[in-house]
């Protein structure tokens, strides 16, 4: 296992793909956060989330995260890499799990980095945007137990998100087939369950979908109106993410490279 290890950081560390995706991931959730604060208003009808709100910008920095997953099994695929690695490592089980504890640190790093400077511009902007401490709104802390709670989750999200990715494009093989698949898995769920007019039927998709789900750990107020509780909903998203390793594995181990 050190072996592979050290052969998939290798492989990580020596193109320039995985760092710019991973500097993409970090720019693209400040950004985003940054935007959504600057323009939101607290007034008489409701400040909102605060939390949730400076780390609105998650939803768009898991893209770069499904794409660097995704080439970290395609890319040695489409160059015909995938039968070197093998050779040296017969056990293919192996070679999938040092690729997944390789994804994990790397993303994790970044995604720690992403949020924290999410929850840094939220800190900076809101203020202006009238939430402050007089209408009940002190300023952001990562040392807050609710926004400790949700920073920490939303690390975690992009960490399974990425597992997620790896397991799907581990059997599909294709770069463009696994991307679409897991942003077809994340995004159209919460807009299907916004048209939808029943609320059972509605509430049910938004605890199945592994990024509603998910994405219930960054709420830090009115918890009980939520459709899944905050653990519970990124315990559905880990699920997701197990289960596509598992199949990934599976095909990896049964079918010919």
């Known amino acids: 296992m050190r072996q592979a290890l050290r052969a998939e950081w290798t492989k990580t560390r020596t193109v320039s793909g995985p760092l710019w995706l991973l500097l993409g991931t970090v720019a693209a959730t400040v950004a985003l956060s940054a935007c959504a604060c600057s323009?939101?208003?607290?007034?008489?009808?409701?400040?909102?989330?605060?939390?949730?709100?400076?780390l609105v910008g998650v939803r768009l920095g898991q893209a770069p995260v499904v794409?660097?997953?995704?080439?970290?099994?395609?890319?040695?695929?489409?160059?015909?890499?995938?039968?070197?690695?093998?050779?040296?490592?017969?056990?293919?089980?192996t070679v999938l799990a040092a690729k997944a504890v390789t994804l994990t640190?790397?993303?994790?790093?970044?995604?720690?980095?992403?949020?924290?400077?999410?929850?840094?511009?939220?800190?900076?902007?809101?203020?202006?945007?009238a939430f402050t401490a007089a209408p009940g709104h002190p300023p952001l802390s990562p040392t807050d137990g609710p926004t400790l709670r949700a920073a920490v989750g939303s690390v975690l999200y992009l960490?399974?998100?990425?597992?997620?990715?790896?397991?799907?494009?581990?059997?599909?093989?294709?770069?463009?087939?696994g991307?679409?698949?897991?942003?077809?898995?994340?995004?159209?769920?919460?807009?299907?369950?916004?048209?939808?007019?029943?609320?059972?039927?509605?509430?049910?998709?938004?605890?199945?979908?592994?990024m509603s789900a998910g994405l219930a750990v960054q709420a830090t107020t009115d918890i009980?109106?939520?459709?899944?509780?905050?653990?519970?909903?990124?315990?559905?998203?880990?699920?997701?993410?197990?289960?596509?390793?598992l199949t990934g594995g599976l095909a990896l181990r049964l079918r010919d490279a």
């Open 67 to 93: 794409v660097l997953a995704v080439l970290v099994v395609a890319g040695e695929y489409g160059t015909g890499m995938i039968h070197t690695t093998l050779t040296a490592m017969p056990r293919r089980a």
């Open 159 to 177: 960490t399974l998100i990425a597992l997620l990715s790896l397991g799907i494009d581990t059997v599909v093989r294709d770069s463009a087939a």
């Open 224 to 245: 009980h109106s939520l459709p899944i509780g905050p653990w519970p909903g990124l315990g559905v998203t880990a699920g997701w993410a197990t289960a596509a390793l």
């Open 179 to 210: 991307i679409g698949i897991v942003l077809g898995l994340l995004h159209p769920v919460p807009v299907v369950s916004a048209t939808i007019g029943d609320p059972h039927w509605q509430r049910l998709l938004q605890r199945i979908g592994p």
């Open 39 to 54: 323009v939101v208003s607290c007034g008489s009808a409701g400040c909102g989330d605060m939390t949730r709100l400076s």
């Open 105 to 129: 640190g790397i993303v994790a790093a970044a995604g720690t980095v992403a949020v924290l400077g999410s929850l840094a511009a939220g800190r900076l902007l809101l203020p202006g945007r």
